[in-house]
């Protein structure tokens, strides 16, 4: 299996870096490595298109000074690179996520998860804000969706916070092998399944979704569908000035804003099913 790197430097470093990882991410690069100025990764050449970086978002704005080179690279371990730069993240004084690696700590809710490709490990900006919502409102016996999952780290601190169930869904199945080893890691349990919105057949309490404007925008329509009344959604995985489009969106179907906060120019933001 061949794959290509991509050696980006960036100027300013910060928050262009976290941005262009997300967005990447999306498309198909596998692995990434933190470099002092700027950032590498990692992509199956069967994976690659000519215009693969067409319609990154950082890459078109003026105030970041963007280059990058690519080149072959030979057959590794990639877990093993992902590892190498993954560090483990404190959300307030009451949460970490780190890797069975890292030194615990004394905190009320200690995450353990296995740092394989999966997005979502707390670093990004977006799954850090809503992991601050978790901590800051009332999951018990609520019965919770982590769609788009990821590692399942936002199901996973839910269930931590006395929620009664939690099923998770992502289209990659690397996601899922990995939502499913973090559960067992975190003694944990929940089901998880392979695929996208049609996935969904229960209803719920609580939704969280931290995925992208476009995929948030075409199927919250079904989230809300499979959401109690009075139940709560979180949406994430959207930038600022897309805001004004996903609480429209949101109101046509009857979800009221609740609140929102803003990290490096992405939203997470929670809506009510008011109707």
């Known amino acids: 299996m061949k794959y290509k790197a991509y050696h980006f430097t960036i100027n300013p470093l910060e928050p262009a870096r976290e941005i262009l990882l997300a967005e990447l991410g999306q498309l198909g690069f596998e692995s990434f490595e933190d470099k002092e100025n700027g950032l590498s990764a990692y992509i199956q050449e069967d994976q690659l298109r000519d215009d693969i970086l067409s319609d990154i978002y950082v890459l078109n704005q003026d105030e970041f000074e963007i280059d990058y080179r690519i080149e072959e690279v030979e057959e590794q371990n990639w877990n093993a690179v992902w590892e190498s730069s993954f560090d483990p993240i404190r959300v307030g004084d009451q949460c970490l996520v780190r890797a069975e690696f890292h030194q615990a700590e004394k905190v009320d809710y200690d995450i353990v998860i296995t740092p394989k490709m999966s997005f979502g490990t707390g670093h990004h900006a977006t799954t850090y804000m ?14 919770c969706l982590d769609m788009g999952c990821g590692t399942g780290v936002l199901g996973i601190l839910a269930l931590m916070k006395k929620a009664k169930k939690a099923d998770f869904i992502d289209i990659d199945d690397w996601c899922i092998d990995n939502t499913k080893e973090n559960l067992q890691k975190n003694k944990l349990s929940g089901q998880c399944f392979l695929g996208g919105a049609d996935q969904i057949k229960d209803s719920y309490d ?43 969106a949101a109101a046509d179907l009857g979800l009221e804003y609740v609140k929102h906060n803003l990290k490096d120019k992405w939203i997470a933001a929670k809506f009510k099913h008011s109707l």
């Open 130 to 143: 809503i992991l601050k919502f978790i901590l800051e409102d009332d999951f018990q016996d609520k019965v």
């Open 206 to 248: 609580v939704i969280f979704a931290n995925i992208n404007r476009n995929i948030l925008l075409n199927d919250m329509s079904t989230y809300v569908d499979h959401l109690n009344k009075d139940g709560d959604i979180y949406f994430s995985g959207f930038y600022d000035e897309d805001f004004d489009q996903i609480i429209n």
